[in-house]
């Protein structure tokens, strides 16, 4: 019922009950009923305190109505706009109510015994520190074709097991007239000569490998050792380069100590022995790819690692005791450590080079020797090489003191 219309009441209701119990009650009963009243002009609207019905006993007339409909009216829209106003005021505490753990979860709060926890793993020198991310460093090559960015993981994969196969022994004890002394003169020689001709850093590490390949099968008297040397520089510039250097030229350079029908004959007996197979990968092969890694790379950082990869060419032990893959690692690890990159082996330097930083640091710490003595050192063409503003004068560079 609205609060228009008028309802016509009686001012009291008996029940159904007792109505059916009245048609069959006695004389006294019915002497005692009272009669219903009804008027007709009674209304009942709302009322504005509880919102129940309220009877008010009083003449409608056309003025009353119109009062009380103008009155329920404007009651209606105080309930609404105070409901509106709830429900807003509702919308308001619940909103705060989910941004405060959100600023929470933000910003946590901490406690008294986190705080004292983190600074004891601090001052004990346990740091939890964020696993770095695996990065792809072929993407910005992936227009290049010459990268041949599809295939370079296979071709590594590829280096990785054939790198085994013609590994070097410990042959110096079946060389009875050769040392690890007169290896180094050798190859600190090698090394003058390919700064003279400006060959390719490739030609450089596979003379070197083809000379380790060739004594490990084959005795050298002293006196063709250097012979080999030149043989082997002649046949790794042919490999690798577009205009290796003549004969003559190396003639020229060893001061005449071979004639060209000597050097022409022990290069035929070196191939003859070595199977013709010059495909290897020697370690230049691994530092172009473990540098390219080391991120973020720079001439200074390219420079510090083939300073330190050709130290250990130098040392027979480096060579014999370490793979080409090995020694690449090592020289990168130990170059980051020198030139303070952190973290100083990353996820992705141990993803594309498949060692640990356990497993590189000795022959790491070794390298870091050879630098710190070789400005001292009697053979010091590797040194004088990388003294050079060209190659970012990367030698005066002091050695790490943690390795």
């Known amino acids: 019922m609205t609060s228009h219309e008028i309802a016509v009441l009686p001012i009291r209701q008996q029940p159904v009950n007792a109505v059916v119990k009245q048609k069959n009650a006695g004389p006294v009963e019915r002497r005692n009923r009272r009669a219903l009243g009804d008027i007709g002009n009674l209304a009942i609207v709302p009322s504005v305190e509880t919102g129940k ?19 329920a009216q404007a009651e209606a829209d105080k309930n609404v706009k105070k409901t509106q106003a709830e429900a807003k005021k509702g919308d308001v505490a ?49 227009n290049n074709e010459l990268a041949e960015v599809e295939y370079v993981e296979d071709i590594y994969r590829f280096y990785k097991l054939s790198e085994t196969e013609g590994g070097l022994r410990d042959y110096m ?71 290796p250097p003549q004969v003559d030229d190396l003639i020229a350079i060893s001061d005449n100590a071979y004639c060209r029908e000597q050097i022409l004959a022990m290069e035929k ?39 330190l990869a050709e130290l250990g060419l130098m040392h027979y032990s ?39 930083e356990d497993e590189v640091k000795d022959c790491a710490k070794s390298l870091v020797s050879f630098h710190a003595c070789a400005s001292e050192n009697q053979l ?17 560079f002091p050695p790490v003191k943690i390795l």
């Not at 370690?283 to 510090?304: C, G, I």
């Not at 080409?324 to 030139?339: D, E, G, I, N």
């Not at 010091?380 to 005066?396: H, I, M, Q, R, W």
């Open 269 to 307: 007996a070196i191939l003859g022995h070595l199977g013709w197979f010059l495909t290897v990968p020697t370690p230049y092969v691994f530092l172009v790819r473990y540098t390219k890694a080391s991120l973020p790379t720079d001439s200074k950082m390219e420079n510090m690692v083939l300073f």
């Open 318 to 356: 480096i060579i014999v005791t370490n793979s080409p893959s090995k020694l690449a690692a090592s020289a990168v690890y130990a170059a980051r450590c020198t030139l303070n990159k952190t973290p100083a082996w990353t996820e992705t330097l141990k993803h594309h080079t498949g060692y640990y």
């Open 94 to 142: 619940k909103k705060n109510n989910e941004e405060t753990p959100k600023r929470r979860s933000q910003k946590p709060s901490k406690s008294l015994t986190s705080v004292l926890t983190a600074r004891s793993k601090l001052a004990c020198g346990i740091t939890t520190k964020p696993k770095d991310p695996l990065v792809n460093i072929d993407e910005a090559d992936a």
């Open 380 to 396: 010091n063409s590797v040194y004088t090489k990388f003294v050079n503003p060209e190659k970012g004068t990367v030698a005066l």
């Open 173 to 243: 004890s079946s060389q009875p007239n050769l040392n690890a002394k007169m290896r180094a003169i050798l190859i600190d020689w090698i090394v003058e000569v390919h700064g003279k001709f400006e060959l390719m850093p490739e030609s450089l590490y596979l003379t070197i490998n083809i000379v380790d390949r060739y004594l490990s099968v084959r005795t050298v008297p002293r006196v063709e050792f250097q012979l080999v040397g030149i043989s082997a520089l002649l046949m790794a510039c042919k490999y690798e380069e577009i205009w």
């Open 53 to 71: 019905p309220t009877q008010i006993n009083r003449p409608i007339t056309r003025n009353f109505r119109k009062q009380l409909v103008s009155n």
